[in-house]
């Protein structure tokens, strides 16, 4: 078989481009690529076709691994004839060597059967690889069977990109190439530039037989790259047996491992002893039999040479066995008001200033959450900082009993201090938790902006909704019919004119969301404002008081909904930006089973941008930031219009709490036609000119996860400085010839 043309090894930024020139002799089908990189330098590609119509046809597939030689071998389809071909691999700021590349025509009957030993092949265990195997085996014959050859392939196709995902997010193979690019960076600390500021104080409290446990967080704290440290043993002898004789002979050894004991019956008082011993600038609690990644307080004390003011700082985590074996990790999002409803974010590894704790008396002995949440008030975020590296393996282990109860309490103390009207209760997930701030004893006015045309059913359904199913009584809804032609429409419209609560205005023209939006809020009387598309349908009735007791909230912009298609999978759950290029649903079309069990989608997060397909905001903050961008017509003015709010400070809410039924471009259509494609292209080449690497440094997306594929997968690698690259390759943009210059946004 020989290939039909060889790849060329050209490096740019972020993409090894395979051609310099269109390729007209690819034609639409099946091929077999075969790339070879250096063993020890491979990490998770992907092949990027483009078809020559700018951003909006670039069709990225799914991730593969190359072997433990650098190998890597898939089968790919290409729809129609491209442009150009790409390999993208490790975009995130690591660009592989690659020695060589081909690609071959295939037949169907041989591509099918390559997918289908692949899918068999990256089953995780024996018991597992049959049951994959014939599940998609079943599929694609039930697809041929019922819609024909195409459908199968495209069934089978899915099964094998499935396949591909679980072996690019698995943790434990991220784990063998992040580690060591991770070690790269972190050897660039300078040990000495900072040493004064940067000596760590470890506090540990021993209940309990638990002499191995002990042991193993004892020596991952002995094994620290940086020296500067000390760890501060507190001994139960009442409540536990005596100490290791290995532990007693290393503090004999080394006197940064300081032992204590304490005859109290109270946690608190064994923590303050801790704390009384430590001599660091910065504290730290660690969990018996928990431990911390051998190069933990290297990488927290770069955090301190580039934040020196900083007070509280916290990293991400994941989950240790007794065996050494880590799962689940726990990538965080950067400080934001939420965050507080999430327990696990603001814990291990958490690093906080000596003199914050013992400000707080004999509070610094409290609950883990507790001290976190007084040192958060203490200290204020602009202090706060989060380091996006897994530095605290927590050990594998039921959760206490009473911890809800002891958080909620915590929080509620959070809240008074605050000077907030609000208070906690536990959310369907084990530390999370549902935050209600009351509305006012009046409640504002509110008016819902309805933009429509010529959808009489999806109307008439939302407007029942809005008047019949919404538990808000101080509510008005402005439809803005948008050139609407269809009589029964046009009938509907004047119906709906007589109820005092309802206001129709004519907005003639073509088609601008931004520019309805606007006009509608200049005319709207209501101090809040809520933006609806007609093919949204309220589920719950206090959907609406939900959203605005958010948006009454000073430190809150926008506030979004959780939307689900009718089939009660995932259609809005908030925005994060840099993925595919300019931003990304999260969790789209995650079944409903599956959803209902997501820490993500238990309680509010913050996200950078949020739907206006049902948005909630006050007139003052929309007025603040000049409303929409009209040269935004259609697409990610919403996404604009959230990060021009996150400039001026606001922080934009996503709530579950308020559920909604979406189907989406029910009203308008998708953007399939070479016109409305074009128009595509240019608002996505404005938010680039605009916003350029700001999309790509989202404080809600953790900086190891993959703007590429679906968000929250992993990273191919992780983007470990403040100099980042657009997600696509420039040279693409610059090629297919249809940017335009932007207005310049002073961020």
């Not at 998770?44 to 069709?59: H, I, N, R």
């Not at 939900?546 to 809005?572: C, K, N, T, W, Y």
């Amino acid at each position: 078989m020989s290939p039909l043309f060889r790849l060329a090894s050209r490096a740019s930024a972020v993409a090894r481009l395979i051609a310099d020139a269109p390729t007209p002799e690819i034609m639409p089908g099946w091929y077999f690529l075969d790339a070879r990189f250096a063993a020890d330098d491979a990490i998770p590609t992907q092949l990027v076709v483009d078809y020559g119509e700018g951003f909006a046809s670039l069709e990225r597939l799914t991730p593969r691994s190359p072997d433990q030689d650098g190998r890597l071998r898939c089968v790919v389809t290409i729809k129609r004839t491209p442009r150009y071909l790409g390999l993208l691999a490790g975009p995130e700021e690591r660009i592989p060597t690659l020695k060589s590349a081909t690609l071959h025509p295939i037949g169907r009957i041989r591509a099918w059967l390559e997918m289908m030993r692949h899918i068999h092949s990256c089953a995780q265990n024996q018991d597992d690889k049959w049951g994959v195997s014939f599940a998609a085996l079943g599929a694609f014959m039930g697809a041929l069977v019922r819609n024909g050859r195409r459908a199968a392939a495209d069934e089978l196709v899915e099964h094998y990109d499935a396949s591909s995902r679980r072996g690019t997010n698995d943790y434990r193979s991220w784990l063998l190439v992040n580690e060591r690019l991770r070690a790269d960076s972190n050897a660039a600390i300078d040990p000495k530039s900072h040493a004064d500021a940067a000596k760590f104080s470890l506090l540990m409290v021993v209940q309990g037989n638990v002499a191995d446990e002990v042991m193993n967080s004892v020596k991952s704290v002995v094994a620290q790259v940086w020296s500067g440290w000390e760890l501060c043993i507190c001994h139960v002898p009442a409540e536990s047996s005596a100490l290791p004789a290995e532990l007693i002979a290393m503090a004999g050894r080394d006197p940064r491992i300081v032992l204590l004991s304490s005859d109290s019956s109270s946690t608190a008082d064994h923590w303050l002893t801790a704390l009384s011993a430590a001599k660091g600038r910065y504290c730290a609690r660690l969990g018996t039999g928990d431990r911390i990644a051998p190069h933990a307080l290297q990488v927290m004390a770069g955090a301190l040479q580039a934040r020196p003011s900083a007070a509280f700082l916290y990293s991400d985590h994941d989950v240790i066995d007794d065996f050494g074996g880590r799962s689940n990790p726990c990538f965080k999002p950067d400080w934001s008001p939420d965050l507080a409803c999430q327990r696990d974010v603001l814990l291990q590894l958490s690093l906080i200033d000596r003199v914050v704790l013992i400000g707080m008396g004999r509070d610094a002995g409290g609950d883990d959450y507790d001290v976190a949440l007084r040192a958060c008030d203490a200290v204020g975020a602009e202090r706060i900082v989060h380091v996006s590296q897994v530095l605290y393996h927590r050990l594998q282990k039921l959760p206490e009993t009473g911890t809800d109860a002891r958080a909620v309490l915590a929080l509620n103390a959070h809240f008074a201090r605050l000077g907030q009207d609000a208070h906690a209760q536990p959310a369907a997930t084990a530390g999370m938790y549902r935050i209600v701030h009351p509305m006012p004893s009046v409640e504002p006015s509110v008016e819902v902006l309805l933009p429509t045309r010529d959808q009489r059913k999806l109307l008439a359904r939302c407007v029942d909704g809005l008047l019949e199913r919404t538990d808000y009584v101080n509510l008005r809804v402005r439809i803005i019919d948008n050139d609407s032609r269809d009589p029964e429409v046009l009938n509907l419209l004047d119906r709906l004119a007589t109820n005092p609560r309802v206001i129709v205005q004519r907005e003639p023209g073509a088609f601008n969301f931004s520019r309805i939006i606007n006009r509608a809020a200049h005319a709207a009387q209501a101090s809040v404002l809520c933006l609806l598309n007609d093919d949204v349908v309220p589920t719950d009735p206090g959907w609406l008081r939900e959203m605005v007791s958010h948006a009454l909230r000073p430190e809150i912009g926008a506030v979004g909904a959780f939307l689900r298609f009718p089939d009660g999978s995932v259609q809005h759950a908030g925005v994060v930006t840099g993925v595919g290029g300019v931003a990304a649903h999260v969790h789209y079309r995650m079944p409903l089973d599956a959803s209902a069990t997501c820490p993500d989608l238990a309680t509010v997060r913050n996200y950078s941008a949020l739907t206006a397909a049902c948005m909630v905001i006050t007139r003052d903050k929309f007025e603040k930031v000049g409303g929409f961008d009209e040269s935004l017509p259609v697409c990610y003015n919403d996404v604009d219009f959230c990060l021009r709010l996150r400039v001026e400070g606001y922080f934009n809410a996503w709530t579950p709490f308020a559920s909604l039924f979406h189907h989406e471009s029910a009203s308008r259509g998708p953007d399939d036609t070479p016109l409305k494609r074009a128009r595509h292209q240019r608002e996505f080449a404005r938010m680039l000119a605009r916003w350029g690497d700001r999309l790509n440094r989202d404080p809600a997306y953790n900086a190891n996860l993959s703007l590429y594929g679906e968000p929250f997968d992993l990273a191919h690698a992780p983007r470990l400085t403040s100099q980042f690259q657009p997600a696509y390759p420039v040279e693409l943009v610059d090629r297919a010839g249809w940017t335009e210059t932007a207005p310049a946004m002073q961020l």
